[in-house]
């Protein structure tokens, strides 16, 4: 089992370095970022996760197909841009 998920974290650690996903990781965190002005954390994020899903879903109708790892990506930024954005926040002085 150890194995498993051995090769499942290379695969995945190899595959989060193709540009693509760089790019997805990078649309998301700063989506979140911009997402987190307007809304509280669980909405920007669940705004952010949805609008990688619809883009996904578009994919698998008109493109190249439904990724996973574009997922994992978007999951990655989008918790990268609200760890960041929330400890941005919080360091700002109250009004």
């Not at 439904?66 to 841009?81: K, R």
Request: hydrophobic share 60%; with cysteine.
């Amino acid at each position: 089992m150890n194995r498993l998920f051995g090769s499942f974290f290379l695969i995945l650690s190899a595959k989060l370095r193709e540009e693509d996903k760089v790019k997805h990781m990078v649309w998301s965190f700063f989506l979140t970022l911009a997402a987190l002005l307007l809304w509280p954390p669980e909405k920007a994020f669940a705004a952010v996760f949805l609008i990688g899903l619809a883009k996904e879903c578009w994919d698998l109708r008109f493109g190249s197909g439904f990724c996973f790892y574009d997922m994992a990506g978007n999951l990655i930024g989008s918790l990268a841009g609200l760890g960041f954005g929330l400890s941005v926040l919080a360091a700002l002085p109250i009004l």
